[in-house]
């Protein structure tokens, strides 16, 4: 259970499409009291992806009406589809006494950050972009015409790094490294 003002936290990872925030996230909440808040989009599930496991799938219409329902603590429109995350999946976590762990794009980083300037944001980053194209290429379900948006919107968030509370540099197959980074930064956050 959590301890003290640890119900007031929140972590927040973000980065490129493709930086390894999944593979981070997973880990973490293995070594740390953090549970996953469940995001929505309005894009289709990706192979493995399960619904309302990985994220709610809504179509556009729905979404929208969340947004006009005030049922979103934020949200933002990136490469054809709504992505946000919804009151009610963020109190869970800290119902169960874990600390809400959000895993999503810098934008909807930085509409959290202004909505809670106490969150931890911290940005992932690829040691460069051919690794990161390479990741995205290797990403079943995503088109050509994706991939050189999502380059170029990596270019513009890696650009506003320092807009966050720490960036990580996440090198292609040091998965350990960057997870013990990313926790001892989370450890002092918490006060653990």
């Not at 980074?181 to 450890?187: D, G, P, R, S």
């Amino acid at each position: 259970m959590l301890k003290g003002n640890l119900e007031k936290k929140l972590v927040v990872l973000t980065g490129p499409s493709a930086v390894g925030k999944d593979a981070v996230e997973a880990e973490l909440i293995k070594l740390l009291p953090l549970k996953k808040v469940i995001t929505t989009t309005t894009r289709p599930p990706r192979p493995g992806e399960k619904r309302d496991i990985t994220r709610h799938y809504v179509t556009k219409a729905r979404f929208k009406k969340m947004i006009k329902e005030g049922l979103l603590i934020e949200h933002n429109f990136f490469i054809g589809n709504y992505y946000g995350t919804q009151w009610k999946d963020m109190k869970k976590p800290i119902l169960q006494g874990y600390v809400p762990l959000l895993d999503v794009d810098p934008n909807e980083a930085m509409n959290i950050r202004k909505r809670n300037p106490n969150a931890l944001v911290i940005f992932l980053k690829p040691e460069s972009l051919n690794v990161l194209k390479k990741r995205l290429v290797a990403r079943e379900g995503t088109t050509v015409d994706e991939i050189a948006k999502r380059i170029s919107l990596a270019k513009e968030a890696i650009k506003k790094e320092n807009a966050f509370s720490y960036s990580v540099i996440n090198k292609d197959g040091h998965l350990d490294e960057t997870v013990k980074v990313v926790k001892k930064i989370i450890k002092n956050y918490l006060r653990l």
